[in-house]
Each structure stands twice: as C-alpha cells, then as structure tokens.
C-alpha cells in the first residue's frame, strides 16, 4: 500500500518534468530530440488522420487538408510561437488566461478548460489504443485470429499503459526518438512511392480534379465547401500544447537564467516549426495520395441497420431498406437495399454503391403481417488505417508489416504521452490552488483512475476510431481556441495592434471550427462536461476540506514591522495583538478599538499591544506570501499584512512572531454580528467569515502541541 500512495513520480525522467527537477537532474536536451517526444503525439495522428479526412471530406478531402495546413502555419505555429515567449517553463497556454484574469474567474476559467484538457488527453489514450488494434486487425498475417477482438484488444493495450505507468516509465525521450525516426522514414517512404505513382499516372490526378471541378459550381464554391468541412480535420493539429508544456526539457544556452531563457525559447520555437513543417508535407502528401488510390469504399466504417418491412412487401420484391455505407451515426452515402422476394435467412447481397462494390450480410426473419431486415456493411480495409493499407497494397506484406509494427508503436506511445499528460495536470494546477485531495498527490491511484475512465470510454464508443474523432478534435480546438484568444488578449493589452488584430482573426477561425465540431460532433463536449463537472466536485469539496490548514508559503516582515515586534517583546513577553479590521486608521480609530478589547478582555493598560490587521490581496490564492508592512499612528504600533484569508494569514503571522520571540503570543478578538451560515460562506469565498474560531483552528490544525500554541481571546 505505501508503494501504491508513494507521491514522488515513479519516473526519474518522464514526460512533462517540472522545471526545477529537469534542470537539476541534467534531463535536458537538445530540442530536436524534445520534437520526437512532442511528435509521438503530433505525427501519429497520421496512422488515422488521413482516413478520417477521406471519410469527412471524400474527394475534397486534399483541399480541406490544404486548409488545414494553411491554418496550422499561419495561425497556430504563429500563435503557440508567442505562447512558447510567454510561458517558457512548461505551464502552457493555460497559464497565460490565468495571468489575465483574477480572483475566482481565473481559477474556474482554468478548472473548464482542465476538463477540455482531460478530454484530449483521454481520448488521445483511447484513440490511438483502438487504431493501433485497426492495425493489428488489418494485418494479413493476424486478421483470421483477432477479427471481432475490437474492445478486449484496445482495453488489453490500455491495461498494459496503466501496468507501465504503474511500474515507472523511464527514458521517454530515447525511446521516442528511435520510434518517431523509424515511423517517420517508413511514413515518408510510403508517401513518396504513392506520389511517384501519381506523378507517372496524371490521368489519376486530372481526372479527380476534374470531377471535382464538376461537383461544384465554380472554384470558389469548391473552396467554401472546403472550408466547411475543414472543421472535421481539426485532430491533424494536436501536438502543439504538448510542444509547449514540455520546454523545461528543452537545452538552452548557457547563459540562460530563469527569468530569460532566451535560448530554451529559440530552440522551443524551432522545434514548433519543424514539427509544424514536417507534419503539413506528410498531411497533404497522405490526403493526396490516399484519395487518388485508394477505392472509395475501402475508407467506410463497418455499419449495422435493423428496420421493419412489409411481409407482402417482401413477398413482392418491394421491400427496400437504406443501408448507410460510410457511418454508422452520421452516415453521407446511402444504397437503397431491394430485398429478393420471398427471401428470408442470412445471405450476402454483392451491392454497386457509389463507392465501388460492397458485400452487405442481409438477416431477413419474419415475423407475421412484417418481417425484421438486419444489414451489415464491413469495414474498409482502409478505415483508420490509410497509410497502412498502401504499405500492404504498393510495397508488399513484408514492408506492410513493418509499418504496422511502427504504427502500432507511435500510436501507444502517444497513448502513453497523454497518459502522463494527464499526470501533469493535477501537480501542475490544483495544488496550486488547494483544490487537490491529498490522495491526488500519488501518481499510481491516478494511473487506476485515468485507466479506469479510459476503459469506460473504449466500451462506449465500441473501440471505433471514426466515432472517436468528434470528441478528440472537441479537446484539441477547445485548447486552441483558448490559446489563441490568450495570445490576442496579451497583444491587446501591450497596445500591439496588428499583431492583436492577426491573433483576434485567429481565434475567430479556432472558434467557428470549435462551434462547427461540437455541432456536428456534441460528444466530446459531453465528455468535456463530464470532466467538468467532476472536476468541480472535487476541486470544491477540497478545497473546502483544506480551508483550515496555514495555505501560507511563508511570512516576510519589512524592517519597520520586525523592529515594532522588537520593541513590544522588550517590553515584556508575550507579545500581545488586537486583531483589528482597518477603517478610517485614525488615531480615533486605534483609540475606541483597544479601549473596547482592554475592557472587554481585561487587559491591563501595562500590557502592551500592537494591533494587527489583515488586507486580502485575492481570496482565490491558496498559498501565497504573507507580506507584513509596520505602521505607527500616533502611539499605536500595527502591522498589516497581505493575505488570501484573514484567520489563515492571523494564525500565520502569530506562528512567526512566536519562532522569532520564542513565546507564543496573544491575540484578542471581538465577536462577529453574522449569522453561521454566511459567516461560513464568506470564509471560503471572500476569506473572512466569523474570525475568532476559524483562526483557533488554523493553530489547532498548524500546531498540534497547546503549550505552543498561541493563544486566542475574544469579548464582547
């Protein structure tokens, strides 16, 4: 059990280090080799991307892939450049809309958009489990043996994630770089030898242009129908998040400082633009070459439809069904099924679709004055697996082989780079802001949990990569658009106006794209919800659990305050407060305040007292640094402190006037005139409440020994 609670991260050297520990632990590296670990994620998307495209898209799948490309070199390699200046030590793009906002919008902007993060991340792990499982079904060598085994081999490959996880997974960035070369050499070998083909064959690209030409009206009507469905692509730009959050890896210069690291930025915005280059050729080459070559049929998901028809329909040849061809859920291409009269039983009908010929198993069973017609559609060959399917098809079983093994490996090993992704966010956040239980801060009962998500996920979905990719492109557009409009909102605010008006066209683009895909595909903003909401839940409920501990980093006393401490501790200890909420601060004021606490606590005029106060500085701050500032007006010394919460920052400045005097002091309150209910409501939100109580139980819970306690008085 101590093994499973540990805290530390099971790995020496993982995928998003903390700053510190990269530095420290000499992890850094060259960000060459840093793009291959971005680029698990980033270029595996090409193991699905390119059959998707030809699905969402069909003919016009190249041109909306062209758009798609213009949109990742002008608008998000631009953009994530800017986030890479920014927020150099790994926060991401999160980080900056958290500096633009404050108090409680820019901690509940961050926990929505952790629960977009959470998305993307456990959607990459379940996506690229069940396309690695299409490449293991698909092989020829493995297809009779596994065929049908879709779910218990995604959720073997997620098990088998979690028990690596579990075990401690080492040396991420050597084994990605052998994994993203070898995938990437076979990848561009199999897009050359299909665009050499294409090259000595024009007929096949005059002759798709020329079709496609004749589908639409004009050439601009082309491109809007491009635009239109460019959206469905939008998975073809995950990886830049990730680029940015791992720049604690990346090597820098020599004379960087962690308040300049000029050369880790450089070299992070070279690796974000040769990964942005080396994925637009691979993306346009693919989409080119697999719609030319590639029978249109063979991209189609396996589809299942159950109607009723007529029993004298039937029986006269007059009973027809519409089998959906490419979808299940949201199919574009439908074949009216004319059923044989009088035919019942299971038979297979050889159909000539749109899309070339294809087998549909046909289940007739009657049942009275109707009969039940169930029609099945296989799969293509080349669904969630494009690339692949050429491998196999131009360049034989051997080379085909290969490149499923390689796929299969950059698809895992993206899993495994969400998996730790998702590890990344509870460190990386919510501690921060107090809202972590403390089981979270163990690594392994997360791996379980993520898991268990994950496998829930695979089942609902069926394992199916195409029904995946709405809520996968929700995620990754979610943390664009929020980049973007992060990026825009800096710009504007140093009074950069082009730049401002170039990052506000770019949102505009990640916005209507994000609106478009929740539209068409609401899933994935469910699961987004979900996450949400859960996060929330426990965000709330710990941070309500963890309002009475110190939530204090440290306490620093100006030269002013240290001498008052001095000069009332001569006088004789302990040191005595009058907790004091500051108004007019007149000497009037100072006055009637320790004239009301002496009478009511019976305090000598002998016993001499500072006054203490408390500004909150943002009530949203978990642990910040309690800046104590002395004040004399008249002859009453004070010290006002800054602090998220008034009992918290009371109990922090009491502790530390005992270290420096070595006898616990004394404060004196007066009774809040509220009743419990919003006392206790404006304690969690405002940091106030009824302060007496609340600042007896912070020292309770920070200083368990009563003898050194300091003590608490209240009258009134």
């Not at 409680?104 to 961050?110: E, G, N, R």
């Not at 601009?220 to 635009?227: D, K, N, S, V």
């Not at 994950?454 to 809520?471: I, Y």
């Not at 996060?535 to 440290?554: A, F, H, K, N, P």
Request: glycine content about 8%; aromatic content about 8%.
């Amino acid at each position: 059990m101590r093994w499973f609670l540990e805290t530390g991260q099971p790995e020496p050297e993982g995928f998003y280090e903390q700053e510190h520990a990269a530095q420290t632990q000499h992890h850094t590296q060259p960000w060459w080799k840093v793009m291959c670990l971005t680029g698990v994620d980033y270029f595996s998307t090409l193991g699905y991307q390119p059959g998707i495209a030809a699905l969402a898209a069909g003919a016009l799948s190249p041109v909306a892939t062209l758009v798609l490309v213009l949109v990742t070199l002008l608008g998000a390699l631009p953009m994530y450049r800017r986030v890479a200046q920014e927020s150099p030590h790994g926060d991401g793009s999160l980080s900056m809309l958290e500096r633009l906002l404050n108090y409680w919008p820019s901690k509940l902007l961050v926990l929505a958009l952790l629960g977009f993060v959470a998305t993307g991340f456990v959607i990459t792990i379940t996506l690229s489990a069940a396309d690695a499982t299409a490449h293991l079904i698909e092989n020829p060598f493995l297809k009779s043996t596994l065929e049908g085994l879709e779910v218990p081999l995604t959720l073997g490959l997620i098990a088998l994630l979690a028990a690596v996880f579990l075990k401690g997974f080492k040396e991420a960035i050597g084994i990605a770089v052998g994994i993203v070369a070898v995938y990437l050499t076979l990848s561009l070998i199999v897009v050359g030898h299909g665009a050499a083909e294409v090259i000595t064959h024009p007929t096949l690209l005059n002759g798709w242009w020329e079709a496609l030409l004749g589908s639409y009206v004009s050439p601009l009507a082309l491109i809007g129908a491009a635009l239109l469905v460019f959206p469905a692509l939008a998975l073809g730009l995950s990886g830049f998040e990730t680029g940015v959050v791992v720049m604690p890896l990346v090597k820098g210069d020599p004379t960087d400082t962690p308040q300049q690291p000029a050369g880790r930025i450089r070299n992070a915005k070279k690796l974000l633009t040769t990964a942005a280059l080396i994925m637009s050729v691979l993306l346009i080459g693919s989409s080119l070459i697999t719609t030319l070559l590639i029978p249109r049929h063979e991209f189609w998901a396996e589809t299942t439809v159950t109607r009723e028809v007529s029993s004298a329909d039937l029986a006269a040849g007059r009973a027809v069904v519409n089998v959906p061809l490419d979808s299940q859920t949201r199919p574009r291409e439908l074949y009216a099924l004319t059923l044989p009269a009088g035919r019942s039983g299971t038979f297979t009908v050889q159909a000539d679709t749109v899309g070339g010929r294809v087998p549909i198993t046909v289940t007739v069973r009657p049942t009275g004055s109707a009969a039940t017609v169930t029609a099945v559609t296989p799969a293509g060959e080349a669904n969630g697996r494009a690339l692949a399917y050429l491998a196999h098809e131009r360049l034989g079983e051997g080379f085909g082989t290969a490149y499923d093994i390689s796929t299969i490996l950059i698809l895992w090993f993206a899993g495994a780079s969400a998996m730790a992704g998702l590890l990344n966010i509870v460190p990386r956040y919510l501690p921060r802001y107090g809202m972590a239980p403390d089981w979270a801060r163990a690594t392994r009962p997360l791996v379980l949990i993520f898991t268990l998500i994950a496998a829930g996920v695979t089942v609902a979905f069926r394992a199916d990569v195409d029904a995946q990719a709405g809520a996968y492109a929700t995620g990754v557009l979610a943390l664009m658009t929020s980049a973007a409009i992060a990026v825009f909102l800096t710009e504007l605010r140093r009074g950069h106006r082009g730049t401002a008006a170039l990052f506000a066209l770019v949102s505009l683009i990640f916005v209507y794209t994000s609106a478009v895909t929740v539209r068409e595909r609401p899933e994935g903003l469910w699961i987004a919800l979900a996450f949400i909401a859960g996060i929330l839940i426990v965000s709330v409920w710990s941070r309500i659990g963890r309002s009475t501990e110190l939530r204090v980093s440290r306490v620093v006393l100006d030269e002013r305050a240290a001498q008052l401490v001095r000069d009332t501790a001569a006088r004789g200890l302990p040191v005595r407060f009058i907790a004091n909420r500051l108004n007019a601060g007149d000497t009037a004021e100072y006055q009637e305040k320790a004239l009301e606490v002496r009478l009511d606590n019976h305090l000598r005029p002998n016993e001499a007292a500072l006054f203490l106060e408390v500004e909150i500085t943002d009530a949203s701050e978990f642990r910040p640094q309690v800046d104590v500032t002395g004040v004399q007006v008249g002859a009453h010394g004070i010290l006002r402190a800054r602090g998220s919460s008034v009992p918290n920052t009371l109990a922090a400045v009491l502790l530390h006037v005992r270290d420096l005097t070595g006898v616990p002091p004394h404060v004196y309150f007066e009774w809040s005139e509220k009743g419990p209910a919003q006392n206790a409501l404006r304690f969690v939100l405002a940091g106030e409440g009824d302060i007496p109580p609340l600042t007896r139980e912070v020292l309770r819970v920070a200083e368990r020994d009563a003898t050194r306690r300091p003590q608490v008085h209240v009258g009134g």
